[in-house]
């Protein structure tokens, strides 16, 4: 027989309905989506610009760049997301 326990301890000081502040959540998606999609297209093009024997060399600024689109696609998530909520619960 199974027994039901939480699978996160609560330690009681916390609202048991704790939502995230929608407005700062906007704010900071609606900055950083831009943000690190420039910084993609910048890390793209110094990769793509630079010489094999350079220093950051081609693979580290590929890395940036493959890292940077990854946030960009988080934070462009996230905002759709926001977004969609502030719709339905504001």
Known sequence: MRTTTPRRWRSGTEPATAR???KLRYLLSLTFTPLFAIATVAFA???ANASDLGVP???TLTG????CGILTLFAAVDLVVV??????EL
Request: charged share 30%; no cysteine; glycine share 6%.
């Open 57 to 59: 060399s081609r693979g």
């Open 83 to 88: 977004i969609r909520r502030r719709r339905t």
């Open 20 to 22: 995230s502040d929608l």
């Open 64 to 67: 940036f760049a493959v890292a």
């Open 45 to 47: 093009v110094w990769a």
